[in-house]
């Protein structure tokens, strides 16, 4: 069983920055896939980027590649995304998911087994 807390988003004008961090507990975090993905209003909840259980592998939604960088500290049971060069499509509730078998690439929100309760992007032009 793991628990996610997603924390550190907020409002944000284009072009700057955000980072969000998700805190896990549970003893099998660090052999999870953790993912972000997130939903904007009137939208299907969409992948962002995963990283794969030792931090070797990540996995960007074209969207946001070169802009966004995800890491992860099995350490301290944290899972960081990176968001730089926010647009106001940005906008959205962002979802930190794990998921212990490992799946790749873990792009599909069913690979999914455990998920946070979100924290608010929002992203002014």
């Known amino acids: 069983q793991v628990q996610l807390v997603e924390s550190g988003g907020g409002l944000v004008q284009a072009g700057g920055s955000l980072r969000l961090s998700c805190a896990a507990s549970?003893?099998?975090?660090?052999?999870?896939?953790m993912g972000w993905f997130r939903q904007a209003p009137g939208k299907e909840r969409e992948f962002v980027v995963a990283i794969s259980w030792s931090g070797g592998r990540t996995n960007f939604a074209d969207s946001v590649k070169g802009r966004f960088t995800i890491s992860k500290d099995n350490a301290k049971n944290m899972v960081y995304l990176q968001m730089n060069s926010l647009k106001p499509e940005d906008t959205a509730v962002y979802y930190c998911a794990a998921q212990s078998s490992r799946r790749w690439p873990a792009t599909r929100l069913e690979q999914y087994d455990y998920w946070g309760q979100g924290t608010q992007v929002t992203v002014s032009s």
């Open positions: 549970g003893r099998s975090f660090s052999s999870c896939t």
